[in-house]
């Protein structure tokens, strides 16, 4: 009796840290503490090289990618653009022919392939911003424009603009800051720098995108008869009928118990004598998107031991701080770095058993998955694939069990 209320107590800290981390989290991330988008405005002669720098060592910017808005303080217009174009044009009748007098302007990046003459360095991918991790070349996005004062139709500088928005989900900016001018290496010997730079910094925040997860994770094991399947209703309310109702029939997403777009399964498959084998398949259930660029984070204290990985790119992400247990996972090029609506990647992992290592407890299951940089929901600890007793590979005994959820809740507590 009362081991049954400590465990009732137990649970209920457990589901706790489980709501504080769903929805208590602020911008800061313990995986990327740094990670931000930096917009610079570079100002030379006469014109201002806009950049955006992906700092973040996961999270990346899909298609339709950024859409960068500001508010001009002052009277500024935009005379001309090269790398990126305003939506609107606006009201340009005192300044005839300027490319934008818009007042809140957003600038888009143009497509692949514009004409050379419309193109500066680091343009031109549809707003596309690659993670570090992925491609840190990819992970810049540029554009120039030339600007001057609508009133004065004088060249020069505005005033600070305000109210940065990258126009994607989940991120807010500051406000723009001046910082020491940047400095451009030309050649082997010699620096040029700007005469001014401006700085605008833009965090994510999975608490701005809203109250629903964009993905979700399954567990089947090769030691349990039950898939412990993502949790229901993670990612949207859930239809009224049953799954042959009919606003489910049409609708983008198709009908799951869980209603996610993306699935994530951890299969723990085999178990060899040093060597253990996850299959990790991701399910796409939009039937209209395609994830051109797909990534997923996984946290696992055996990632350390991961021996081969046979049909998707990986690299550890090393922390500054005390976890170094996770990795990022994508696809190869022209082979699945393209996830297909209504469609399935997958790849097959080895990894060796290090001291640490069991199957008991769910120690094998992954602590974190993350698809394209958002958190997936995982099933919680009390749902978790058991051991049959019986299993010559259990370890552990119950108490043991509760040891190990007992570091998970501890884990929580330190990572919130
Ligand atoms: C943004 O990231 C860069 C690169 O990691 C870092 O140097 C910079 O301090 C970060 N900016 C802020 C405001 O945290
Ligand atoms: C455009 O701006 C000018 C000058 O401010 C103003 O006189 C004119 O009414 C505006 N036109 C429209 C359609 O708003
Ligand atoms: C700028 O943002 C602040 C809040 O961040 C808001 O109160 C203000 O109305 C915005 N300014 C404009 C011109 O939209
Ligand atoms: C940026 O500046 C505007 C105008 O001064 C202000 O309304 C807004 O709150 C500021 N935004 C932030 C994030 O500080
Ligand atoms: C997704 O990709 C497939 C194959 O390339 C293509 O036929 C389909 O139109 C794409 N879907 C969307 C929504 O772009
Ligand atoms: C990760 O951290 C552990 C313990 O702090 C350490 O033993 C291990 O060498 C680290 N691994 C890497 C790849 O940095």
Known sequence: MEMEKWAAGRRMALILVLLCCVFGGDAYDVLDPTGNITISWDFQEIKVLVSLHNYQLYRHVEDPGWRLSWFWAGDEVIYDTTGAEATEQGNCSLFVGAHSCEKHPVMVDLARGVPYARQVDHCCRGGVLSSLTQNSEAATSAFLMHVGNFKSSSDGIPQKPFNFSLGVPGYRCSNATMVAPTRTRIGKHRHVQ?????????????????????????????????????????????????????QCQDAEIRCTGHMCPIRVHWHVKKSYTEYWRVKLSINNFNRFKNYSDWNIVVQHPSLQELTQVFSFAYEPLVQRGTINDT??????????????????????????????????????????????????????????????????????????????????????????
């Open 194 to 246: 700007a005469l001014m730079t401006w700085q605008a910094t833009c965090f994510y925040s999975q608490t701005a995108v809203g109250p629903f997860r964009a993905c979700c994770v399954s567990l089947p094991t090769f030691y349990s008869r039950t898939i412990v399947e993502c949790p229901h209703c993670t990612c949207g309310a859930c239809p009224a009928g049953t799954s042959t109702a009919p």
């Open 327 to 416: 990795g990022l996972f994508w696809g190869l090029p022209r082979f699945n770095q393209m996830l297909p609506q209504d469609g399935t990647v997958q790849t097959e992992v080895l990894l060796r058993k290090g001291k640490d290592f069991s199957f008991s407890g769910g120690w094998a299951l992954p602590r974190k998955i993350y698809f394209d940089g958002s958190e997936c929901a995982m099933p919680p600890p009390d749902d978790f694939p058991q051991l049959p007793s019986s299993s010559p590979v259990q370890r552990f005994s119950g108490g043991h069990r509760w040891l190990a959820s007992g570091a998970v809740l501890v884990l929580g507590l330190l990572l919130t």
